[in-house]
């Protein structure tokens, strides 16, 4: 168990847990804030040139985007576990053909600066809860790229060009890639080119979110 991992868990014990989404005692993410999660029904982007698949699980507003919030900004580690748990339920009723589940990885400037990848948290929350296999390192972030939300659909895809590659043996031949939120599509499909040229034959992206009125 990693130091920051051990830490977490004591603070647990020490200090109650108090709910991401609207701050209350009991539990990391109440009940009455996840029957206000609102479930994505609207287009989903079109799916890009190296992606077989798209899934997203909630739209990203309320108490999820709080959630979210507080894992990425206030690092909260532990409500990664709640958010897993919910992008694994989604996986159970909409499923995906997987040989391996891949997080979207950080930059190294990036996860220096953060202390962790929230995707790798989540993914490893999904892999836990369907025992399908995670694979993470392999797949790099070689360019650190300016901040997706920032740009515009055509900004975003230039800025993901080429930025990731696969550094090891030929990847799985189905693989289910990880993240929090979803905008275009273009981080995920830059992803999915790199896995490609490593040799996988299927690449789909699982989302725990993504904003309503996106242009599909």
Known sequence: MSLALLLDSLLSLLLPDRCAGCGRLGALLCDE???????????????????????????????????LHQLKYRRRR??????????????????????????VPLHQ??????????????????????????????????RATRQQALLGVAERIENVADAFVWKGPAPPARIVLVDDVLTTGATVNACAAALRAGGAREVYALALARSRGHMP
């Open 33 to 67: 804030c996840r029957h206000r999660l609102v479930v994505y029904d609207e287009a989903l982007p079109r799916v890009a040139d190296q992606l077989t698949g798209v899934r997203i699980a909630y739209v990203f507003e309320g108490p999820l985007r709080h959630a």
């Open 78 to 103: 532990r409500v990664a576990r709640p958010l897993g748990t919910l992008m694994a339920s989604h996986l159970h009723t909409h499923p995906l053909p997987c040989d391996a589940l891949i997080p």
């Open 109 to 142: 400037k990036r996860l220096k600066e953060r202390g962790f990848n929230q995707a790798e948290l989540l993914a490893r929350e999904v892999a836990r809860a369907t025992g399908f296999p995670l694979v993470v390192g392999p797949l790099v972030r070689i």
